[in-house]
């Protein structure tokens, strides 16, 4: 069974940076895609960033410049390096993963960004 588990969430000022990791298991298959979406409080959850298995990637635009997300394939890792945190980036971050046949979530990683 695939799991899914972030890491690296937590509190940071304005301006501050976090890593987000997410470790999967239990695939022995290269996920076609691995992706972060957010979701904040009385929002809807919204992509983040993702990557495909040949590294090509897509950024929400409000993310664009301040984000990188990556992958280790060998691993089937995936990580979303944040830069320049602002307030309006706290949200409950959640990996996600796809395969041909399916889709899977993490159960997300808190981000809180100060003023």
């Known amino acids: 069974q695939v799991q899914l588990v972030e890491s690296g969430g937590g509190l940071v000022q304005a301006g501050g940076s976090l890593r987000l990791s997410c470790a999967a298991s239990g695939s022995i298959f290269r996920f076609n895609v691995m992706g972060w979406y957010r979701q904040a409080p009385g929002k809807q959850r919204e992509l983040v960033a993702r990557i495909t298995i040949v590294d090509s990637t897509d950024y929400a635009d409000s993310v664009k410049g301040r984000f990188t997300i990556s992958r280790d394939n060998a691993k089937n890792w995936a990580y979303l390096q944040m830069n320049s945190l602002k307030p309006e980036d706290t949200a409950v971050y959640y990996c996600?993963?796809?395969?041909?046949?399916?889709?899977?979530w993490g159960q997300g990683t808190q981000v809180t960004v100060s003023s």
């Open positions: 996600n993963a796809v395969t041909l046949r399916n889709e899977y």
